[in-house]
């Protein structure tokens, strides 16, 4: 296994919707392997194959609630969601912020969907069916975003797409071949 660079924002890999994967085999579990590796050490709680430079629609997630101090790990490949309609008004700053291991180090308020249903397969080919709320629910839609090349500052408000903008330019992001490795770059993730 080994940790893979992130790609940050403007890599087109995370721009462009990712490609089925056709067949499970050794090279995507391994790949899965490094995702759950890479996303453990950036830390982050989901971790999408273009986000690590593959543009197929895999995702691994981890999250441990407070209650029962469980994680929740998996991967899904080849991902559909279906998702409640967004409840109406302005996203909570304190409640509903997020942040990106592909904008890394910043947080901005977004609204989602408060439950979503989420299917597909495992690495063993089996049927997976997820069904969750809060921040679980955050985690989904944000994953599964990023397979159909979304990051969550496209869905800003324009306040904060304009505070983006700024970030990537002082940062020289924003532009093809911006990377950065969990444990060798010093980006406060």
Request: aromatic share 8%.
């Amino acid at each position: 296994m080994a940790v893979l660079p992130i790609r940050i924002m403007g890599d087109p890999v995370l721009h462009s919707p990712a490609s089925a994967v056709e067949e499970i085999t050794d090279e995507i579990r391994s790949l899965v392997a490094d995702m759950f590796e890479t996303m453990d050490a950036a830390p982050g709680v989901g971790l999408a194959a273009p986000q690590v430079g593959v543009p197929l629609r895999i995702y691994t997630y981890t999250y441990a609630d407070d209650e029962d101090g469980e994680p929740w790990r998996g991967v899904i490949i080849n991902p559909e969601l279906w998702m409640r309609p967004l409840e109406p008004g302005a996203p909570d700053p304190d409640e509903e912020s997020e942040g990106c291991l592909s904008f890394p180090g910043e947080r901005f308020p977004l609204r989602r969907s408060e439950e979503v249903l989420v299917t597909g397969t495992d690495l063993d080919g089996a049927p997976v069916s997820i069904q969750v709320d809060g921040w679980r629910a955050r985690i989904m839609q944000h994953e599964f975003d990023h397979l159909d090349g979304i990051l969550y500052v496209d869905r800003l408000d324009d306040g904060d797409w304009k505070t983006v903008q700024k970030i990537a330019r002082k940062r020289g992001w924003g532009r093809p071949g911006s990377s950065w490795t969990p444990g060798v770059d010093d980006i406060d993730a």
